[in-house]
């Protein structure tokens, strides 16, 4: 129990966000990228521990040391090393990234794919929200909308009034912009049920 791979099933298919992954961003603000630093980043799920990696933070790059299997395959050792880069920020200060173990490309998280972690072009993989149907995406568009012009999460179309602090030529816009996603998600179910629309 605690290696990757133990808790949970990885294979070529399926989409980028059920792997595992590791966030630069997340391990800079806790502050917990110091040279000569040694940490465990656990990955818990209702408060029980799925797996884990011991990091050592050196100078340029991190070292990621594991225990993995593929497909309850047999279990691999591996000591991974990671490169990191910068960038600088429009106004000052900078920005630090993985480089990707098989492209050297900047990312901001690396995804756990076969035994290694790589960006997600790497793992040729989609987020989710990527491939969703047609009249899914209208829905999540919808909520979207709702959430941010002060609906219950769940409720598509019909907001009453303009949420306090909004100005009123963003609120009729996103209000327009919601009614629209709103008649295209009824014309969706529509053409599913069989009726057909004409303008």
């Given at each position: 129990m605690g290696g990757l791979g133990s808790g949970r099933r990885?294979?070529?298919?399926?989409?980028?966000?059920?792997?595992?992954?590791?966030?630069?961003?997340?391990?800079?603000r806790k502050g917990i990228l110091l040279s000569g630093s040694i940490f465990t980043w656990r990955w818990l799920v209702n408060d029980e521990?799925?797996?884990?990696?011991?990091?050592?933070?050196?100078?340029?790059?991190?070292?990621?040391?594991y225990r993995t299997r593929i497909n309850?395959?047999?279990w691999h050792t591996?000591?991974?090393?990671?490169?990191?880069?910068?960038?600088?920020?429009?106004y000052g200060g900078e920005r630090i990234w993985f480089s990707c173990p098989v492209c050297?490309?900047?990312?901001a998280k690396l995804f756990c794919y076969g035994?290694?972690?790589?960006?997600?072009?790497?793992?040729?993989?989609?987020?989710?929200s990527q491939s969703g149907w047609g009249i899914h995406r209208l829905y999540r568009k919808g909520r979207r909308f709702s959430l941010k012009l002060g609906a219950d999460r769940y409720r598509v179309g019909n907001v009453?009034?303009?949420?306090?602090?909004?100005?009123?030529n963003t609120y009729n816009r996103m209000k327009h912009e919601s009614d629209d996603n709103f008649m295209k998600i009824v014309r969706e179910q529509d053409l599913i049920m069989?009726?057909?629309w004409t303008l």
């Open positions: 990885f294979s070529h298919r399926g989409y980028v966000d059920t792997n595992l992954a590791i966030d630069i961003r997340t391990w800079k521990e799925q797996a884990q990696i011991r990091v050592l933070v050196e100078d340029g790059h991190v070292v990621l040391s309850f395959g047999e591996v000591e991974l090393t990671v490169t990191l880069t910068y960038s600088r920020c429009n050297n490309r900047r990312a035994k290694y972690f790589i960006c997600r072009l790497c793992t040729g993989q989609l987020y989710e009453i009034s303009k949420p306090k602090g909004m100005h009123l069989g009726k057909v």
